[in-house]
């Protein structure tokens, strides 16, 4: 199973597209694209923020950035998808 960051960058390679590239492209900083797809998530600000530069990368890359969003969702330390259990409660 492939992480959001190979997604990437297996886009990004076959585009044979640099991160200096993406990053004047998507005014994302380098840094934060080089740690997106080494999956650093200590290195990246907060979900929300990543995960918009994840989206910006793969529309850049012509990946899907619903499939980009889902790999990032997944692969994102501490993010609990609901359960049934959870749900009900909350009726």
């Known amino acids: 199973?492939?992480?959001v960051g190979q997604f990437l960058k297996e886009a990004r390679t076959t585009k044979n597209m640099?991160?200096?590239?993406?990053?004047?492209?998507t005014r994302i900083?380098?840094?934060f694209l080089l740690n997106i797809e080494s999956c650093n998530w200590s290195a990246l600000p907060p979900f929300t923020t990543t995960q918009g530069f994840t989206r910006s990368f793969a529309k850049v890359v012509g990946a899907d950035p619903e499939v980009a969003a889902a790999l990032l969702?997944?692969?994102?330390?501490?993010?609990?998808?609901p359960t049934r259990s959870s749900e009900m409660?909350?009726?």
Not at 18 to 25: A, F, G, M, V, Y
Request: aromatic share 4%.
């Open 89 to 91: 409660s909350l009726s």
């Open 73 to 81: 969702r997944r692969d994102f330390p501490g993010l609990v998808a």
């Open 29 to 31: 900083k380098e840094k």
């Open 1 to 3: 199973m492939k992480t």
């Open 18 to 25: 640099s991160l200096p590239s993406i990053s004047r492209t």
